[in-house]
C-alpha cells in the first residue's frame, strides 16, 4: 500500500530554456520510483487547450503580454483544479516542469510586475514544499539548445533570457533552493535528488 504524505509533496523545477530542467526530472521520476508514495508528473503549460496554444505560439509567434498572460492564468486554474490539488490530497508527490514563477519571470521580463504576477497566483495555486531554481548563464543554455539540434524559438532570445534570469534569482521564497546547473548533468541531478530526499523526509516526518 503507498503512503500518504500529509498535504502532499509539491516539487517544483524552474529555469530558464536548455538550463537543465527535463534531465532533473528525469532523474527525479526515477528516484521517485523508490518512495512507497504515489508520484504524478506535470507540466507547464500544460496540454490542455489553453496551454495548447501557448506552446504553438512559441513558434507561431507570441501573443500580447496581456494575452499571453491571461493564457497562462486560465491554463494554471485548470491545472490546480484537475490535477496539482486532487494530487495533493491524495497525500502524492507532485513534479512540476514549470509553474507560476516562470509566468512571472516571463511576463516580467515583458514589461508585467513580477511580485502582481505572483501575488495573483499565489492567491489560488499552492506553494511548493520545494523549488528548485537552475541557474544558468543564458548564453550557455541557448548554446546548449543549439548543441542539441533544436532551433531558438520566440521564447529564447538571449536578451530576454537574461532578463527572465535576473527575476528568477529576485525572487524570494523560503522554499527556493538555487542549483549552480552550469555544472555537468550528473552533478546537477545528484544535488537536485539530494533536495527532493530531504524534503520528503522532512514533509514525512512532519505531524
Known sequence: MKEKIPGGLLV?????????KSSVLRRLAAYSLTLPI????????TDGPFG???????????????????LFMADRRQHVAEVIAPALSRGALLLLDRYYFS?????????ADPDAVLALNEAFAPKPDLMLLLDCPPVQTLARIRARGGGVDAFEKQEELEAVQRIFLSIKRPFI?????SLCEEEVGAQCVALVQDAFLQKRASP
Do not use: C, H, N
Request: negative net charge; hydrophobic residues 30%; charged residues 35%.
Open 12 to 20: 517544483v523545477v524552474e529555469g530558464v530554456d536548455g538550463s537543465g
Open 38 to 45: 504515489e508520484v504524478v508528473q506535470g507540466r507547464e503549460p
Open 52 to 70: 495548447k496554444r501557448l506552446r504553438a505560439s512559441a513558434l507561431s509567434g507570441r501573443y500580447s503580454m496581456e494575452e499571453e498572460l491571461d
Open 103 to 111: 509566468t512571472a519571470a516571463y511576463q516580467g521580463a515583458r514589461g
Open 177 to 181: 533552493r538555487k542549483v549552480d546547473a
